[in-house]
């Protein structure tokens, strides 16, 4: 079902040390008040998941995508966000990097950042 319009959509992309569960960081966007994901009409509805999967890089950056049509890089030891943009659609998977660039796929487009 389709949540009433206002609703809020609260979420956190977070770290745990994988020997001891230890909560490392936490990673929180502004809360989303749609009723679906950035990008959707009701004639083109993009249901993703309200997180897409996390890349990361040999670096340890963090890249995720989240419903409200952002791509988001983090820094993995610290959970600080390093830069944002607005694709202005969600995404489904996960963004890929390769030839040193980053991959984003969303409900409406590619982006690609070199």
Do not use: H
């Amino acid at each position: 079902p389709v949540p009433p319009q206002g609703d809020a959509f609260r979420g956190a992309v977070q770290a745990v040390d994988a020997a001891t569960g230890a909560d490392l960081w936490a990673f929180e966007p502004p809360v989303w008040r749609q009723q679906a994901c950035a990008g959707s009409t009701l004639s083109r509805a993009c249901l993703p998941d309200a997180w897409s999967n996390a890349a990361v890089s040999a670096q340890g950056v963090v890249y995720i995508g989240w419903q409200g049509g952002m791509v988001y890089a983090i820094n993995g030891t610290t959970g600080s966000e390093i830069s944002s943009y607005n694709i202005s659609s969600g995404m489904q998977g996960e963004p890929a990097i390769a030839n040193g660039a980053l991959y984003v796929v969303s409900c409406n487009r590619m982006v690609a950042f070199k």
